[in-house]
């Protein structure tokens, strides 16, 4: 089992109660419809780039279905993943600051999306209540990426994994919804590979495949 001292530190990783504006349904809604009429609703298959790191990207998108996730490219020609996108989350929200794409974003399912172009986005951000809306989004995205960064620099591998399982668990599970196994018990469907996983985590695969097994005969 985890020590004392992790469990305490794995337990601190744990998603708290977000308080939330009594209006957030209705910014939402009102959010949603104006991108309706003003976006193009488009799809891709599982493996494609949606966006591709250091081009000319001047929309921005909100996910409608399935999941994607953000990738960095290394020096190395790798790549590391940064963020998990879910249904009705907005991605490269920074285009509107930048003329290229910082980095490329990657569809781990097959997926829909809106695409709106910045200009267009700037124009509904005159609703002060959408510019808040918008801006609580893109603190969301951050904080999520900064509990991924102190993981690569302050657990272990074994640690990495398990905290990384208990973030996706609670982000899955609150998006989809959970399935009941033969066994009676809750599961979620992963859309990311163990490769992928490792590229998260900062770790090579076969590091990240001994934590798993690990983590799988310890009974966590």
């Given at each position: 089992m985890i020590s004392s001292a992790s469990q305490t530190g794995v337990l601190a990783w744990q998603p708290g109660i977000r308080q939330e504006p009594q209006d957030t349904k209705s910014i939402e809604h009102d959010l949603e419809r104006a991108l309706a009429s003003r976006s193009m609703k488009l799809i891709a298959d599982r493996g494609r780039e949606i966006v591709a790191?250091?081009?000319?990207?001047?929309?921005?998108?909100?996910?409608?279905?399935?999941?994607?996730?953000?990738?960095?490219?290394?020096?190395?020609?790798?790549?590391?993943?940064l963020d998990l996108y879910q249904p009705g989350d907005f991605i490269s929200l920074e285009n509107l600051f930048f003329s290229s794409a910082l980095d490329s974003i990657l569809a781990l399912t097959n997926v829909s999306y809106w695409s709106l172009d910045c200009s267009g986005l700037r124009e509904l951000m005159k609703d002060p209540r959408i510019a808040l809306h918008l801006m609580r989004h893109i603190t969301e995205e951050k904080k999520r990426i900064d509990a991924i960064a102190t993981l690569r620099g302050q657990f272990r591998a074994r640690e990495r994994a398990a905290v990384l399982m208990l973030l996706l668990w609670h982000r899955l599970k609150?998006?989809?919804?959970?399935?009941?196994?033969?066994?009676?018990?809750?599961?979620?469907?992963?859309p990311l590979t163990q490769k992928q996983l490792a590229d998260y985590l900062?770790?090579?695969?076969?590091?990240?495949?001994?934590?798993?097994?690990?983590?799988r005969d310890s009974g966590a």
């Open positions: 790191a250091g081009k000319a990207c001047g929309y921005v998108f909100q996910l409608r279905s399935g999941f994607a996730c953000r990738r960095r490219p290394l020096f190395d020609g790798d790549q590391a993943i609150a998006a989809v919804g959970t399935t009941v196994t033969y066994k009676n018990e809750e599961c979620a469907f992963l900062g770790v090579n695969v076969i590091h990240l495949n001994r934590a798993l097994k690990n983590l």
